[in-house]
């Protein structure tokens, strides 16, 4: 009969190899995903575009919310001042908009705040440029508050 003491060299040498094989795939399909990501692309030109979309979209769908002040200054600070308290500001020195005293975007060229009130309702244009995205003039973002 055959004495059965524990793992014998082929099983331990086959686990070995199976472990191997598995952790390649794994190390292969992890920087398969992660290989593209850089610091770089955390600041592109679409990414402030959409982070000052989504926050001042965010502004934008606040209940009871009206614009309060509107302005664009010859020294070329834009801004704009909501109901709900909030200021969006745009400094051409800086290349940065901020909402209150934080920066939410950043090399950005032009930020242009205007507004009409047109049949009980605000209509906010935004004229927005960065290096690569131009949205000016009749292409300028229109929001409806």
Known sequence: MR?????TMI???TYIMGLTIVLALIA???TFFFKNI???DLNSDTTQYTKFSSIFL????????SVIECKSLNNGVSYIIFSSGN?????ANSKCIYKNKIKI???VEICDFSYTF????????VNFKTSNIEMLGDNAIIYNL
């Open 3 to 7: 004495n059965n003491k524990g793992i």
């Open 11 to 13: 099983s331990l040498i």
């Open 28 to 30: 292969t399909l992890t």
């Open 38 to 40: 850089s610091a770089k």
């Open 58 to 65: 965010e502004e934008i769908n606040n209940k009871n919310n």
């Open 87 to 91: 200021q969006y500001t745009f400094n």
């Open 105 to 107: 975007c950043e090399n």
């Open 118 to 125: 047109v049949d009980s309702k605000y209509k906010i244009k």
